[in-house]
């Protein structure tokens, strides 16, 4: 049992993990293009969709804009920064970093200490799934029970068994219909078989357990306002729009005045806080993107 | 529970229909030959021009008094299980009644929308929740609650749940005289517009 206070989130986290939630992207039909997202059209000036998912090219066209604020925190190519940063399994952060992204504040990932076991994962129970898959087999067993029952009590089989029984026994294995149909059912198995394995609700973040017999979870759209809220109380700050991933919650915010070094410090603190307000157990990591309001 | 027995039955049946159709495709493309690996000998297609199920397959055991049977039977189990797996998923469990056991004095029945309630009312006293709904589930003895908050701007989730164990689920363990409410949590966002400091 680790004391998550003991050590900052990145090291908390079990190794595989992001094997797992990789394959659950098409299994929850979500994928993590649907990280939480809130934009903050304060000012109505930001289009709110176009920049919503957490999609590391969507920031391409942001990084050649030649805003020195935005590139301060954000260096280089996006595709690059992703696999220095955002690897995940990378213990504490410790990885080639570029120095400014010193100022993203891991440091204060401290979380308070909360007594108690380690907040586990919310597991989807399937619902829909489970209720498809019984349907499909209460209606295949049920229709062969009731021939072979009615064949034995001397009535003639139905006309569909017949065929079945013909064609499986005429048709060669690289017939295309035999082909399909093996193709389909072992694409569905592999489905069910991910289906059964991956836990879900990638919506979902659990919350470090409390004391008291409580299980927690935060929508990372909460999450999402929760920072965007907190955001838009820092002076200077505009519009914010915040990303909330699994991992990593990107915050773009655009600065209307003063300096913009000085509004990305009042940033980091106040989203730091905030950050541990959300009382996760991993919480994302911070990625903290300040431009000129009207640029780009 | 319905979660395990779910994802055991998913994985099964996912399971039979990858092996399956798997299997029918390796010999169906004649992966052997052209991968220069050698199929057991109890590998049921001998090559691409081999078919699903013979005739002579398919009434092998015919003539035998025991086929009969078994395959209704089989049948029979397979299309009950379906049906209370299918039933399992329709159903939602809530718990009617909390019994309150005074020892001597005797026993409270508490009716379980009552509870649910009183719950979620004092959930909605909390600061930075908006909206609130709760479902008792578990047993009579043992309830347990699911919670749903909608979260207001500007609430601290941390806090939020803190309050929520310490005040809320505590008193009403205390108001019930239950030993202890298990409650799992989830925390929604509510869209509003950012109020911006200028």
């Known amino acids: ?296 | 529970m319905r979660t395990t027995v779910n994802r055991l039955l998913m994985g099964l049946i996912g399971a039979i229909l990858f092996v399956v159709g798997g299997s029918v495709l390796v010999s169906a493309f004649d992966l052997p030959r052209h991968w220069h690996f050698t199929l057991p000998s109890w590998w049921p297609f001998s090559g691409p021009h081999d078919v699903l199920l013979t005739a002579a397959d398919r009434t092998r055991y015919r003539g035998d008094s025991w086929w009969w049977p078994v395959v209704i039977a089989a049948l029979a189990v397979i299309a009950l299980a379906a049906l209370w797996w299918l039933v399992a998923q329709l159903r939602t469990r809530r718990l009617g009644q909390v019994q309150v056991d005074y020892g001597e004095e005797g026993r409270v029945v508490l009716r379980g929308r009552a509870l649910e309630d009183a719950l979620a009312a004092d959930a909605e006293a909390l600061p930075g929740v908006a909206r609130s709904g709760v479902r008792l589930a578990g047993r009579r003895h043992t309830p347990a609650a699911r919670v749903s908050l909608l979260l207001e701007g500007h609430a601290v989730p941390d806090t939020v749940v803190t309050d929520l164990d310490a005040r809320v689920l505590t008193d009403a363990c205390r108001s019930a005289a239950l030993d202890g409410l298990p409650a799992e949590v989830r925390l929604h966002g509510e869209r509003h517009r950012g109020a911006r400091v200028e």
């Open chain 1, 1 to 296: 049992m680790t004391d998550p206070g003991a050590e900052p989130p990145g090291t908390a986290r079990p190794p595989g993990g992001s094997g797992t939630s990789g394959v659950s992207g098409p299994a929850s039909g979500a994928g993590s293009g649907t990280s939480g997202t809130a934009s903050g059209p304060a000012s109505g000036t930001s289009g709110s969709g176009a920049h919503r998912a957490a999609d590391p090219r969507d920031r391409g066209g942001d990084a050649g804009t030649g805003d020195p604020g935005h590139r301060d925190l954000d260096p280089g190519d996006p595709a690059e920064r992703d696999r220095t940063t955002g690897g995940g399994d990378d213990p504490a952060g410790a990885g080639p970093v570029p120095p400014l992204n010193a100022r993203v504040p891991e440091e204060h990932a401290e979380p308070g200490p909360r007594p108690g076991g380690r907040g586990k994962r919310f597991w989807s129970p399937r619902r829909l799934p489970a209720l498809i898959t019984a349907l499909l087999v209460l209606a295949g067993s049920g229709l062969l029970l009731y021939d072979v029952a009615a064949v034995r009590a001397g009535r003639r089989a139905m006309a569909w068994r017949v065929r079945v029984a013909r064609e499986l026994a005429t048709r060669p294995l690289d017939d295309t219909w035999v082909l399909a149909g093996a193709a389909l059912a072992a694409a569905l198995g592999l489905w069910l078989l991910v289906l059964a394995a991956t836990p879900g609700l990638r919506q979902v973040l659990a919350m470090r357990p409390g004391p008291g017999r409580i299980r927690a979870g935060l929508d990372r759209d909460a999450a999402a306002l929760v920072l965007r809220d907190r955001a838009l109380e820092v002076p200077g700050v505009q519009s914010v729009r915040v990303a909330v991933g699994r991992r990593r919650a990107k915050v773009r915010a655009e600065s209307h005045f003063r300096a913009l070094d000085d509004v990305r410090d009042d940033l980091d603190s106040v989203l730091g806080d905030a950050r541990r307000g959300l009382g996760l157990q991993r919480p994302p990591r911070l990625s903290l993107a300040v431009r000129r309001a009207g640029k780009g």
